[in-house]
């Protein structure tokens, strides 16, 4: 049987005229599935009797299974434990921010990057998700939250997006489809520590959405001590990825910059990071280390913290400080890390070129 939500629309439509339905009945599947949420083909009404009978022995559609849920304290962000495609276990959020509510969504079971600061790298690489992995991540959390408008969607989850490109690409379509759950482009961003020929590729794609590239070091000798991935793609490759991507998209980029104490949070580092960015329309994130298990790595001090901001701005950047939601529940950035993958079979990082 045929899991409709691994299907594009095209395929879909072809699959409709295969059962000789008039194309447009691939609409109307496509608004039950993303719009209206629905997984049951009987609750389909609008679609005829014996058509339905006809899909339900051929068809089915995946939900996610919710496992858990636990909501912060501090900042009333929820991370949910969810089973999704193959009985995979992964994490999502949702961060509420004022009018704003994002769903943070993960690509991967597990990450094979294995950056420094980062929970989930610990766990090693276990495998993709496919399409329907991470759209029904997106759509248990939006069944929960019923009243709550969801705005924004970041890739910045388990696993790296842009290692499980057309599944991720996949689901930014189905996520921007007018037809389908239809997100403005511009609210949809992809996080990626760097794979350059994908930088290239995405920028091509016609997406529409934004970019968010986790630099975290100012020279290829720290970059590469907390991101292994920069043995591959050093920083004069990334930014020249990240100039195309700003000239082709016309879209400015976000860099995301994890502070860590005494390892690249220096006032000089601050003024490096301003000349490596010149000419690049970007704005900087920064983002306070948060402490994992089993790492020696530590936050530094907020009044560095500030210093180095006001580097930043001192040289007309726009630079944030992004402390981190849901750090009492484990969700915040670099935590995302599930219990039911440790007692799992661990595979050794080992980002490779493309």
């Keep these: 049987m045929i899991n409709l939500k691994t299907l594009s ?17 691939a609409s109307q599947i496509w608004a039950w599935m993303y719009q209206k949420n629905v997984t049951d083909v009987d609750l389909m009404t609008n679609l005829p009797t014996q058509f339905r009978q006809k899909l339900k022995s051929e068809v089915w559609i995946s939900q996610a299974n919710l496992k858990t849920q636990s909501e912060s304290k501090s900042d009333q962000s929820t991370k949910f434990l969810l089973e999704v ?17 994002t769903i943070c969504l993960s690509s991967q079971v597990g990450c094979a990057m294995n950056c420094a600061f980062c929970a989930t790298g610990q766990m090693g690489f276990f495998r ?11 759509l248990a959390i ?10 924004n969607v970041v890739f910045m989850g388990m696993g790296e997006p842009l290692a499980n490109y057309q599944q991720v690409v996949s689901a930014v379509r189905i996520l921007t489809d007018p037809d389908g759950i239809g997100m403005s482009p511009k609210r949809i961003t992809i996080s990626t520590v760097g794979l350059v020929p994908r930088i290239y590729q995405l920028a091509r794609e016609g997406l529409g959405c934004k970019l968010a590239l986790s630099l975290n070091g100012t020279n290829d000798k720290i970059r590469a001590k907390l991101m292994p991935i920069n043995h591959s793609y050093p920083i004069d490759q990334l930014l020249s990825a990240l100039r195309s991507w700003v000239e082709i998209t016309q879209t400015p980029a976000t860099i995301e910059y994890v502070l860590i104490k005494e ?23 920064l983002i306070p280390f948060n402490p994992i298990s089993g790492s020696d790595l530590r936050r530094p001090e907020v009044s560095q913290i500030e210093d180095f901001r006001d580097i930043l701005t001192q040289h007309h950047r726009v630079a944030p400080i992004r402390y981190s939601k849901g750090r ?5 950035c670099g935590q995302l890390r599930t219990i039911y993958e440790k007692t799992g079979k661990r595979l050794s990082p080992n980002p490779q070129k493309d």
């Design 9 to 25: 629309k095209l395929e879909l439509v072809q699959h409709v005229i295969n059962w000789k339905q008039p194309t447009y009945r």
């Design 328 to 332: 009492d529940i484990a969700a915040a």
């Design 263 to 285: 390892i690249n949070d220096s006032l000089t580092e601050a003024e490096d990071l301003c000349r490596l960015l010149k000419g690049i329309r970007c704005k900087i994130n």
């Design 142 to 151: 939006k069944k929960q939250f019923l009243t709550t408008q969801i705005t």
């Design 128 to 138: 993709n998700l496919p399409v329907d992995g991470i759209i029904d991540q997106f």
């Design 85 to 101: 495609a193959n009985s995979e276990s992964v994490e999502a959020v949702l961060m509420p921010d004022g009018n704003r509510n």
